[in-house]
């Protein structure tokens, strides 16, 4: 292939997409130990959700005509003749003029098709009037109406967040198959890197940042993370340790040396993992051109930028989608964004999309996205952004006021 031939954003989400597959590897856990996993085949109902009739409010089961006509200025009459006690089935029936009293998510008892709220009746020594006519299945979920028995209530790629895990217990379901937890090799290179609990610099030397930056997203993302360490411009060295943790993990990083500089040995390094190798070498993009991904025999490798606001943003762009989709995970076209009024104008270069990292405040009940200016290598404008935003490569910039997509930085 062409080298440096760069592609547009949209042209590397489209490739990542069609080259990165997820693993195989699957084991069963228990649910309260499957947080963040990735659901490795789908789950079915065994029984409906919720099994009974039940209340959404504190009220009166009554039948809904009794109600028509109600008022506050002329209230309708029923007897009270009864009460439902949570956990226990209602068992007697509400007839005609009759109602019972029934506590949020107590069982409807038969004979009942709605259920009156206590601010809309008022009981008075076993007469209830009531305020407000309702409507037949006002204030009730039927029984089924959240998961009917059978139907599939989470489909395979399914991330389980802390909803997914309660609607499985909601279902008596205590243990779920899921693709394995990955593991993710990260490797620097550079002659001026030095690790990063360095306590004095030489002159020239730069302490490994990334390496914590990546490996905190990657345990953000329930992802385990191996740290190849440093090494230095040579390209036997440098080859010969991307080999040995390459052969450990299911996704490499390497850090650095992904520009055309004369000790550039990063693409020679990849090329050399396995097939099919670099589809894409240099994106339009700014911060982050000098991006690299591959596939080496399967497996994701990733060439970040060294500059540290740089390796971040291309990390959360793109290597988390790689990653994703290499759980197994469902996805969307793109990455799940935010929608701020940006505060001020931002210029940009028509053809390439630039991400402006942001502060985001909230004022008169809308969002607002604060640029935070600095150079890529600028180390304090990732600790003050909640954020990035993203100037579509079709545009010339944003004008202050504009409503702009924001990629929350997690």
């Given at each position: 292939?062409?080298?440096?031939?760069?592609?547009?954003?949209?042209?590397?989400?489209?490739?990542?997409?069609?080259?990165?597959?997820?693993?195989?590897d699957t084991e069963v856990r228990p649910i309260k130990d499957a947080l963040h996993y990735v659901l490795a085949e789908p789950v079915l109902a065994s029984e409906d959700v919720p099994g009974f009739d039940r209340s959404t409010v504190d009220g009166y089961a009554v039948c809904?005509?009794?109600?028509?006509?109600?008022?506050?200025?002329?209230?309708?009459?029923?007897?009270?003749?009864?009460?439902?006690?949570?956990?226990?089935?209602?068992?007697?029936?509400?007839?005609?003029?009759?109602?019972?009293?029934?506590?949020?998510?107590?069982?409807?008892?038969?004979?009942?098709d709605a259920v009156i709220m206590?601010?809309?009746?008022?009981?008075?020594?076993?007469?209830?009037?009531?305020?407000?006519?309702?409507?037949?299945?006002?204030?009730?979920?039927k029984r089924g109406e959240d998961i009917?028995?059978?139907?599939?209530?989470?489909?395979?790629?399914?991330?389980?967040?802390?909803?997914?895990?309660?609607?499985?217990?909601?279902?008596?379901?205590?243990?779920?198959?899921?693709?394995?937890?990955?593991?993710?090799?990260?490797?620097?290179?550079?002659?001026?890197?030095?690790?990063y609990e360095t306590e004095k610099l030489e002159t020239g030397q730069i302490r490994d940042i990334n390496y914590l930056t990546v490996a905190g997203m990657?345990?953000?993302?329930?992802?385990?993370c191996i740290y190849?360490?440093?090494?230095?411009?040579?390209?036997?060295?440098f080859a010969n340790q991307a080999k040995q943790l390459f052969d450990r993990v299911d996704c490499l990083i390497l850090s650095g040396g992904s520009s055309v500089g004369a000790k550039d040995y990063t693409t020679e390094v990849i090329q050399s993992l396995g097939n099919p190798g670099v589809f894409v070498h240099g994106i339009s993009i700014k911060p982050g051109k000098p991006t690299i991904l591959s596939v080496a025999s399967g497996k994701p490798v990733i060439g970040l930028p060294g500059h540290p606001a740089s390796a971040m943003i291309i990390f959360q762009l793109f290597g988390e989608r790689i990653l994703r989709r290499l759980k197994g995970e469902k996805l969307t076209k793109q990455p799940d964004r935010v929608f701020a009024k940006i505060t001020k104008n931002i210029a940009s270069a028509p053809g390439r999309a630039d991400y402006?990292?942001?502060?985001?405040?909230?004022?008169?009940?809308?969002?607002?996205?604060?640029?935070i200016i600095g150079k890529?290598?600028?180390i304090t404008t990732l600790v003050k952004s909640d954020g990035i935003v993203e100037v579509a490569s079709v545009k010339e910039g944003i004008f202050q006021g504009e409503y702009v997509p924001v990629l929350p930085t997690r």
């Open positions: 292939m062409e080298f440096f031939k760069v592609k547009t954003v949209e042209e590397t989400f489209s490739l990542i997409d069609e080259m990165i597959n997820g693993i195989h809904a005509k009794d109600t028509y006509g109600s008022s506050e200025t002329m209230p309708g009459f029923l007897n009270v003749v009864g009460e439902v006690n949570m956990g226990q089935e209602a068992s007697k029936p509400v007839g005609r003029s009759e109602a019972i009293y029934v506590p949020t998510g107590g069982m409807i008892p038969p004979g009942s206590i601010e809309h009746c008022e009981d008075i020594h076993g007469l209830l009037n009531t305020y407000k006519q309702i409507a037949p299945g006002e204030n009730i979920i009917k028995s059978g139907a599939i209530v989470l489909d395979a790629g399914t991330k389980l967040r802390p909803q997914e895990l309660g609607a499985l217990a909601s279902l008596g379901i205590t243990e779920v198959k899921v693709y394995r937890r990955l593991t993710v090799g990260y490797l620097s290179s550079g002659d001026e890197i030095v690790p990657l345990e953000n993302w329930n992802i385990d190849g360490g440093i090494v230095k411009d040579d390209y036997t060295q402006i990292r942001v502060s985001l405040f909230e004022k008169d009940g809308e969002w607002w996205a604060e640029p890529s290598g600028l």
